[in-house]
């Protein structure tokens, strides 16, 4: 018989018999001919809102379909931080439920995700800027979440070998959450994915939805490269490419996608301990388990499909790197690569019906979608199994921007490409 | 990717600041629909996987507002033109001035 269930028990049973008695950790199904509800997009968010579904709501006659291989989007290619230091109140309680179920997570899916509540620091360079950190930790108190502003005496203690003396920017102290940290991202997917299949859930790979049938104002089902099907409710979680699939039933989205470019480099020893983040330009470091450095920073700033950016914005993020800590001036670079973002035009997400029946939309994450993974699969999973939005989604509304309700964190107002 | 301005010639992209789709038109805020449209004209975007009609403002050399035709995909440029030179052409195609 198979082994299932991941223990040490097991793995070490397993490590004598050449670890040939695993269960694979999901099927490969052909796709039925209807579903309850069929998820397009099986990244983090599509298979975390199929594993909450069949736990959670007991709709389990669902399918995820994915156009190449499940995590192969977004969910592979981010930095893999988790935080909830945000300062909206439509925000906050739903990015703080998003880190409460990743302290869960592990449990909840037997599956190390490798969950690493290492801490994230926020530098401030300035009064002004002290002030509204100050601010934003004080919002988040308030709601409960965990933020505590340091000096620069205690950043110091924390990380000596930073470059406080920056002529230009020198670091003041920081806001850190504690709580935030990292999670390996394919193990993400893996493990949702694993977790969804126990409960039911087809996962059906390479099938590319190529048209979306609407039938009198309602959608009925998908055309894929795998034949036609059928579905009671059609939800779509494709972040990067939502406005592409929202197209093929006549929607237009408040969206575009743009590229963000991420770096990692050779492995080195242990060299930094939490998530840090430079606040005088767009840098944010953080250290693999395998040792490579990996970092980010802005948008290349133009409409872009295509997971590769330029260089002006790689020579911005190194820049800022070296005027944050200059010894890493010497570490080489392993690889640069590109995601797709779907910039909303007041950079936060969608999580509401359309106006089309039956068509659910989980969209417009920005740059911002990894940490989410837990609670939008949640709360999408809320809407689509009640047809009412979850308590703390209820403000990630599609028609917010006709009605002046947009959720702006930066005050950048319709301008995607500086949220 | 760098861009061509019809200026200026081929220069590097930082030299250049990008405002977004350039096939939206401002409409008529006396118009019967104007809340409508206006949202249309502030919200909405096409976001094509393809060919893209963008501005891009040459900030760091002539100041002139280009309307570049990109490939969203690829990043290959097709064709740059003065915003100028686009808006003149669509108020002849409307019969106006």
Known sequence: MLIDHYSIWNVLRQSL?????????????????EYDVVIIGGGGHGLATAYYLAKRYGITNVAVVEKGWIGSGNVGRNTTIVRSNYMLPGNIPFYELALQLWEGLEKDLNYNAMVSQRGILNLYHS????????????????HGVDAELLDESQ??????????????????????????????????????????????????????????????????GI????????????????????????????????????VLQAFVSEGIKPFIDG????????FYISQSDKGGLVFGGDLDGYNSYAQRGNLPVVEDVLEGGMALMPRIGRVRLLRSWGGIMDMSMDGSPIIDKTPIDSL???????????????AAGLTFAHLIARDEPHDTARAYRLDRFATGRMIDEKGMGNQPNLH | ?????????????????YIGDATVTR???????????????????????????????????????????????????????????????????????
Request: glycine fraction near 10%.
């Open chain 1, 17 to 33: 018999k050449g670890h040939t008695g695993w269960k694979p950790a999901w099927r490969e199904p052909e796709p039925k001919a």
């Open chain 1, 127 to 142: 009064d002004g800027q002290r002030d509204a950190y100050a601010r934003r930790g004080n919002a988040m108190r308030l």
């Open chain 1, 155 to 220: 950043v110091q203690s924390m990380y000596p070998w930073f470059d406080y003396d920056n002529a230009r920017f020198p670091i003041k102290g920081g806001l850190i959450q504690r709580r935030g940290g990292t999670v390996r991202h394919d193990a993400v997917a893996w493990g949702y994915a694993r977790a969804a299949d126990r409960l039911g859930v087809d996962i059906i790979q390479n099938a590319e939805v190529t048209a979306i049938r609407i039938e009198n104002g309602r959608a009925t």
């Open chain 1, 223 to 258: 055309e894929t490269k795998r034949g036609f099907i059928r579905a009671k409710k059609l939800a779509l979680s494709v972040a990067g490419n939502s406005s592409r699939v929202a197209a093929m039933a006549g929607l237009k989205l408040p969206i575009e996608s743009h």
């Open chain 1, 275 to 282: 998530v840090v983040t430079f606040g005088a330009g767009h």
């Open chain 1, 360 to 374: 659910y939309l989980n969209a417009g994450w920005c740059y911002g979608g990894f940490k989410a993974t837990p």
């Open chain 2, 1 to 17: 990717m760098r861009i061509s301005c019809p200026y200026c010639g081929e220069r590097s992209l930082d030299e250049y600041l």
């Open chain 2, 27 to 97: 409409p008529d805020p006396a118009g019967a629909n104007a809340q409508a449209d206006f949202y249309k004209y502030a919200y909405e975007r096409t976001n094509p996987a393809g060919a893209h009609k963008e501005l891009w403002y040459h900030s760091a050399g002539c100041h002139a507002w280009l309307v570049v035709e990109r490939d969203t995909r690829t990043h290959e440029i097709s064709s740059v033109e003065t915003a100028k030179d686009v808006a003149l052409k669509r108020n002849v195609a409307k019969g106006g001035a």
